[in-house]
């Protein structure tokens, strides 16, 4: 069964820092592009960052870019995402999702329960 | 960036309807369309990738179609547990982007 579990959230200042983690298994991480997507409270989706399956290629939504960093080691099953210079506006649940790469294009076809960040003082 | 635009925001229906909602692209994406389905508290759902294909386990009553700028989902019979948030989402170039939701209420 496969299964995405993310831990790292919490209560943090603005202009703080956490990492996030994403445990994967019941598949095989290493063949598997993911990604970060994460929702606001009462708002929608909003894609956050891509990584490849080696980790060789790496996208940001502008909104985090250059405060965010995506990362993953295969060899522990793990996705990652440092977060740094937090803003309220960060304040969200936070998913990691498999990306199968069906016909070409990017598809979440698994996804983690979520793990909120709260950015306030 | 590509901006999807579903409608409607919000659709009361009962059990048995027919219902589509729509999304609209800013520019083509060509077919990299997917939907998701969400409820409260939970992860969202895919259910249709590449526009028209459906996601393993979903039920058949659920269909998408389009292609280019304008796209639709379909559920051909509400079912109760069918009442949820829809997302579309496009693939076709990054940032990926999500439409801004469609909440799908009981009459």
């Known amino acids: 069964e496969v299964q995405l579990v993310e831990s790292g959230g919490g209560l943090v200042q603005p202009g703080g820092s956490l990492r996030l983690s994403c445990a994967a298994s019941?598949?095989?991480?290493?063949?598997?592009?993911m990604n970060w997507v994460r929702q606001a409270p009462g708002k929608g989706l909003e894609w956050v960052s891509y990584?490849?399956?080696?980790?060789?290629?790496?996208y940001y939504a502008d909104s985090v870019k250059g405060r965010f960093t995506i990362s993953r080691d295969n060899a522990k099953n793990s996705l990652y995402l440092q977060m740094n210079s937090l803003r309220a506006e960060d304040t969200a649940v936070y998913f990691c999702?498999?990306?199968?790469?069906?016909?070409?294009?990017?598809?979440?076809?698994?996804w983690g329960q979520g793990t909120l960040v709260t950015v306030s003082s | 960036d590509s901006q999807m635009t579903q409608s409607p925001s919000s659709l009361s229906a009962s059990v048995g309807d027919r219902v589509t909602i729509t999304c609209r692209a800013s520019?083509?994406?060509?077919?990299?369309l997917n939907w998701y389905q969400q409820k409260p508290g939970k992860a969202p759902k895919l259910l249709i990738y590449?526009?028209?294909s459906l996601q393993s386990g979903v039920p058949s009553r659920f269909s998408g179609s389009g292609s280019g700028t304008h796209f639709t989902l379909t559920v051909s019979s509400l079912q109760p547990e069918d009442f949820a948030t829809y997302y579309c989402?496009?693939?076709?170039?990054?940032?990926?982007?999500f439409g801004q939701g469609t909440r799908l209420e009981i009459k």
């Open positions: 999702a498999r990306d199968p790469r069906l016909y070409g294009g990017h598809q979440f076809d698994y």
């Open positions: 520019q083509s994406i060509s077919s990299y």
């Open positions: 989402q496009q693939s076709y170039s990054t940032p990926i982007t």
């Open positions: 590449a526009a028209s």
């Open positions: 019941g598949f095989t991480f290493s063949s598997y592009e």
């Open positions: 990584i490849s399956s080696s980790g060789s290629t790496i």
